[in-house]
């Protein structure tokens, strides 16, 4: 059986591995291309997008593909709505294995909002110190009065980054008690935070609840999905179910 795996993320890497050890599947790994040293991968790597739902139409079909597992970050909405699309377009299966986000917890300072333009805004007009762990950093230049601290794999691409801005190259996973040194090094006031869900990444937040912070966290997407999966293993037993368009209507 032909997998193709979109990834970009542990959960899909984790799967890789999984389907790696086993002879009955074929697995192709997607990603993006927004890393430019990705972690090497136990099978077939495929890396750029597939120009948009027909691109993915035609990739599936030129492919053989049997199955679509989209493992793809929560914030990634693009991509799983074209893979939604696309994957009833060629008639074939798709599962969607879905993170599940972090809860609050009693002693969280938590502000929810719905975009990273609202959370830019949130910050007020007081000047803070603020760490950021996302990518769209260009909104926060609408409020040049704070000092940034941003996290992030690779430089950013956008242009208008706010001018007081200071970047540190940092691939995940972090540890709690080095989290709590840098807020406090870096006299950290607010973070601003997507839901990513997972352990890779939550050590800022147990950090930001340890040191009493605020974090202004940016709701999910609405992200389309195929039958939902909650990990790697659950992806595998689908695939069990699943029969090969090939073998359709035989
Ligand atoms: P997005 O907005 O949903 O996707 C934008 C476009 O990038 C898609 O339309 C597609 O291009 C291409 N693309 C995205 N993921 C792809 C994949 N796995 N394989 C092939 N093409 C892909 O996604 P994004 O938010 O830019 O995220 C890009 C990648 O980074 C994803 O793979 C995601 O899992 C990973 N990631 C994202 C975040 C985040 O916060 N957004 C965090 C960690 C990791 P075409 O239309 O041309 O096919």
Known sequence: MRV???????????????????????????????????????????????????????????????????????YAAQISAHAVAASAEAGVALASLVRAPWQRQEDDRWQEVASTRDAAVLLGDAPRRVFLSLEDLHLFATAPQHHYIARLIEPPQQAGLPTDLVLLRQRGPFDLEAERRLLVDERIEVIVSKNSGGDATYPKIAAARALALPVVMIARPDKPTGHVVTSAEAAVDWLAHVRSPSRRGV
């Open 4 to 74: 193709l795996i979109l990834g970009g993320t542990t959960e899909a890497s984790a799967l890789a591995r999984l389907l790696a050890d086993e002879s009955r599947f074929e697995t192709t790994l997607s990603l993006a291309g927004r890393t430019s040293a990705p972690r090497a991968q136990p099978v077939a790597t495929r890396v750029g997008g597939f120009g948009g739902i027909d691109g993915q139409v035609r990739y599936l079909r030129d492919h053989g593909i049997d199955a679509v597992i989209d493992a793809t970050h929560p």
